[in-house]
Every structure is written in structure tokens, then in C-alpha cells.
């Protein structure tokens, strides 16, 4: 048994995020939840202690591994930073002894942000994306991953064919989906629709239907991207109906960015229980647009957010958080009536960040909360300490827009304390 003591931080729903000054959590040796609540804290053993905050792990649900070391590269839009930055650094990843070097820079980055969970694409080599899991499933890290999929409009060093690369990552699929007690998990991961060819997506939906696996892709993230999957399927409507005629429109799929997502397809990925992944510091970056959260939530999307590295640079999820709300600020200053238009609270933005993640993950019932029976994943933080002295219903919203990757000192996985 191991107990942290410290004010807890409970995002309890996207209305409500509880804090509990003076608390106790206790972690069992099942690497779970034994208890959280009320103190008394001892002196002793105990972590954290006065000053110290403890809050769910951050989620981030959309990022690319082999962009890791490319992020802040500025001046480009969407398709010509692909040509230039994207397609190049994943060709690296043929060297798999690269990948797994930057895959440890990536967990040890990610950790120390306070990052315990991620969906995120590998590139399109089977060798390389085996030896991240490797990674993953060494440092007792919680991943959602896969084998990026692409086979028509790419380089090609990069371009598949679709039966060797569905073969490769059926067998990926084989060997880590649900491994490490369920903490690591297979993602079939077209790129986007414009490039893959109908048959590599219909056989990911097919495989990722049939070994109960994650979809993750792009959908609608820039108006030129958008434009050129029209060029490509002028018998389907847009991108979301491509996915949906080919299979991979599921309960179980993750949509990145989805910032020109009309009413129509708002309604269509709402019906599908399909989940979308919010990356609003990449939107901005690469200038695609601004995201309608307020208009995809309404619909009744289930919402995660990505860092999108390296479209985004920000690594800190509660800064994606903030560039959350901005957006939605903004969409509001333009909006018109702009009465009619809510910005997401604080307490919204933390359940983003942690237990509504993972309900767009379908991990709702294990991770991203404070509650006895869930996974301790989480950090203990030593935030600025007038934080504690302001009215309770602030609180939340300055320790949202002041914390620091620096006062996070210890981040748990699993029970596993996995910060140095
Ligand atoms: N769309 C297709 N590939 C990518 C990628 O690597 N990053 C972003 N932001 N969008 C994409």
C-alpha cells in the first residue's frame, strides 16, 4: 500500500470538478485505487503532503510519435508541412533502432508533462512500431498505438501495400492489443482518407472490427485537405461518409481535428458513437481554423483533446486545455448572436483533460478519475501555493491556467511510479 497525501482535484462530469483539501489517497498494491478521501495525513512515508495537489493523470488523444523531435516548425500549412516535415520524419523510422531511441525521448517528455495515457501513430514500419510497444510495455507506460497506414499519395519510402501493410498490422494487433494488463492497445490507423485506397481502409475497419480494436484517423482538418478527399471520392458525399461506407465509422474509432465538420456529419459521427479528438494548438499552428467545440459537443460527440504533435507544439495538456477554451472564445467573439454561444468552463476543460478522455476512449471504467477501483494513474503537483487561499469555485480555474510541467513531482501509471 502506498499513500499520497495532498488537496485532491475530482473532475467529476464537465459540470462539476470537486477539490478535497486535506485528503488521503491510498493506492493498493494491485496498482489501484484503495481509497481517496478525508485525511488524516501522517507524517511518514506519505508523498505530497501541505502544498501538494493530486489530479488524474492528463490524456492526450491524438499525437504522432516520429514528429516528436520536429515540433515548432512554422510556415507552412497543413499538406506542404506533411510534404516537408511529416513524410521526412517518418521515413526515419526504417531504422528501427531510431525509432526506438525517440520513443524513449517520448515517454520520458511525456511523463515529465504529466501525460499518462496517449492514442498516438506510429509510422509505417511494422519493425519500428513493435519496438515502441516494446518501449511502452518496459517503462509501464498506457497506450493506445499503431502502425500508420498509407498506400496511394505518399512517398515512396512511406507507401504500402495494402495486404503486406494490413498483414503487418494484424499481426501487431495480435501481439499487443490488451497487453501489460490492458494498459497498451491496437490502433489500425489509416492516415486519412485521401491517402489510403478504399481497400486498405475497408480492410482495417474489417480487422479492427474483428480483433475488437481502435480506429484512429484524420477527418476535416483543413479546407485544402478537405477539398483534395472530394477530388478523390466524387461519389461520396465528404470524408465522413467515406469512412462510414468503408467500416471505419465505429464506437471504437477516434477522429482527429474534425474542424470543418458541417451540422450534417456532426450528426452522422454523434449517431456512429464515434469519438472526436479535439487539437486545437495544431489548428491554430498550421492554420487550419477554429474548431466549433461548443457546435460538436452540443451534437453530442464524445470529445478528447490531442496535442497533435507535431502539427501542435504544446506538449502540457492543460495548455491545450486553455487553447481550448480560447478557441471557443474566439468562435464566440465572431458568432453571431454571440449571446447565444457558451464558453466551456474550467471544470470542463479538466474533465477533458482526464475522465472525459476517457469516455471517448471507452476507458471510463479504469482510468481518469480519483475513485477507488480506478487505476492510480495520476500526479502529485505543488502548484503555486495561493492557489489554496482563493474562494474554492476558483480554484480550478487558476490551477488550470498557472501549472507548470516543473510542479509535477511525482506521476504514477498503473500504482507505478514512473517520474524519476
Ligand atoms: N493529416 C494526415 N497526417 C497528418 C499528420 O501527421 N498531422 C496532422 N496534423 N494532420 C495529418
Not at 501522517?42 to 515540433?71: E, N, S, V, Y
Not at 484512429?216 to 458525399?237: G, I, K, L, Y
Amino acid at each position: 500500500m502506498q499513500e499520497l497525501a495532498g488537496t485532491l482535484l475530482q473532475p467529476r462530469s464537465a459540470e462539476r470538478c470537486d477539490i478535497a483539501p486535506r485528503a488521503l489517497l491510498q493506492i493498493a498494491d494491485d496498482g489501484r485505487i484503495a481509497a481517496a478521501g478525508p485525511g488524516p495525513v501522517k507524517a511518514g512515508k506519505t508523498l505530497g503532503g501541505p502544498g501538494c495537489w493530486i489530479i488524474p493523470g492528463f490524456i492526450d488523444a491524438h499525437l504522432h510519435l516520429p514528429q516528436w523531435d520536429r515540433r515548432g516548425i512554422d510556415g507552412l500549412s497543413l499538406l506542404d508541412w506533411q510534404e516537408r516535415v511529416v513524410f521526412p520524419a517518418e521515413a526515419r523510422f526504417r531504422d528501427a533502432a531510431l525509432a526506438e531511441k525517440l520513443t524513449e525521448d517520448f515517454v520520458t517528455g511525456l511523463i515529465a508533462h504529466g501525460t499518462t495515457t496517449v492514442a498516438a501513430f506510429g509510422s509505417p514500419f511494422a519493425e519500428a512500431t513493435d519496438r515502441s510497444f516494446k518501449v511502452f510495455a518496459r517503462r509501464g507506460f498506457r497506450a493506445v498505438f499503431g502502425q500508420t497506414l498509407n498506400d496511394v499519395d505518399c512517398p515512396p519510402g512511406l507507401c504500402q501495400e495494402a495486404d503486406e501493410a494490413l498483414d503487418e498490422s494484424r499481426a501487431l494487433a495480435a501481439r499487443w492489443h490488451g497487453a501489460e494488463n490492458g494498459r497498451l492497445n491496437y490502433a489500425f490507423s489509416p492516415r486519412m482518407p485521401n491517402s489510403c485506397s478504399d481497400k486498405l481502409m475497408r480492410g482495417a475497419a474489417a480487422l479492427a472490427k474483428m480483433l475488437k480494436c481502435y480506429v484512429q484517423t484524420h477527418v476535416a482538418e483543413s479546407a485544402a485537405e478537405v477539398h483534395a478527399v472530394r477530388q478523390r471520392f466524387p461519389d461520396n458525399v465528404d470524408d465522413v461518409d467515406v469512412f462510414a461506407e468503408t467500416g471505419l465509422l465505429t464506437p471504437r474509432t477516434l477522429l482527429g481535428h474534425g474542424v470543418f465538420l458541417d451540422r450534417n456529419q456532426r450528426r452522422q459521427v454523434a449517431e456512429a458513437g464515434t469519438a472526436l479528438v479535439h487539437c486545437p494548438t495544431a489548428n491554430q499552428f498550421l492554420e487550419s481554423g477554429l474548431m466549433d467545440y461548443v457546435a460538436h459537443r452540443a451534437a453530442g460527440i464524445r470529445i478528447a483533446l490531442g496535442s497533435s504533435v507535431a502539427g501542435g507544439y504544446e506538449l502540457f495538456m492543460p495548455q491545450v486545455a486553455v487553447a481550448c477554451l480560447n478557441t471557443a472564445k474566439t468562435v464566440k467573439v465572431h458568432a453571431m448572436p454571440r449571446r447565444s454561444y457558451t464558453v466551456p468552463s474550467p471544470a470542463e476543460a479538466w474533465w477533458l483533460l482526464t475522465r472525459g478522455a476517457a469516455e471517448a476512449l471507452g476507458m471510463a471504467d479504469r482510468i481518469g478519475a480519483l475513485e477507488p477501483g480506478f487505476d492510480a494513474d495520476l500526479l502529485v503537483v505543488r502548484p503555486e501555493p495561493w492557489i489554496a487561499g482563493l474562494p474554492t469555485e476558483q480554484q480550478a480555474s487558476a490551477l488550470l491556467y498557472t501549472l507548470k510541467p516543473q510542479h509535477i513531482e511525482h506521476v504514477f501509471i498503473a500504482g507505478k511510479r514512473v517520474s524519476k
